[in-house]
């Protein structure tokens, strides 16, 4: 649907530049989400929230490592019943991991669509505020390719500095 959009749009423009002169820009929103201070500080902040869940996890996937080793080594010299025990204990804690990677995962990707809504929210607000006082006819974003001369980009993250 966003293509045949766009593909009308661009059959159309020609038509467009003929009446009135056309203003157009574009913003590089990955560059936005990757640059501004505004992301910077998100990022930041979900780095110390979920700091130390990775570093228990890390902790987990230690655990698992020593102990595969340990049985890799040490599993003919051990008892049968010890030997079972240290391989329910792996089995254990590998699905314990597995489940504590997908959890943080799910949440982290949670917080980081909270944290960045904030943040696309404010670039809409800056990106509609250029484009009226500047008197832009169309602002695209994510485009294949766009001149420097159309690219409102730095505009936009100084704006958001402020």
Request: charged fraction near 35%; proline fraction near 1%; charge should be positive.
């Amino acid at each position: 649907m966003k293509r045949l959009f766009i593909f009308l749009l661009v059959l159309a423009l020609p038509a467009a530049a003929q009446t009135a002169e056309m203003k157009i820009g574009y913003v590089n929103t990955e560059k936005v989400f990757r640059d501004s201070q505004l992301a910077v500080k998100a990022q930041k902040k979900l780095e110390k929230e979920f700091q130390n869940r990775e570093q228990d996890i890390q902790k987990l996937v230690k655990q698992a490592r020593d102990l595969q080793a340990f049985l890799e080594k040490e599993g003919l010299t051990l008892s049968e019943a010890e030997r079972g025990k240290k391989q329910k204990d792996l089995a254990n804690l590998s699905r314990d991991l597995q489940h504590d990677q997908r959890a943080f995962r799910e949440d982290l990707n949670q917080r980081k669509n909270e944290e960045f809504a904030s943040v696309q929210e404010r670039a809409r607000k800056v990106i509609m505020e250029i484009a009226e006082k500047e008197k832009y006819d169309l602002i695209l974003e994510n485009v294949v390719h766009a001149s420097p001369r159309v690219d409102i980009t730095d505009r936009v993250l100084k704006s958001l500095e402020r």
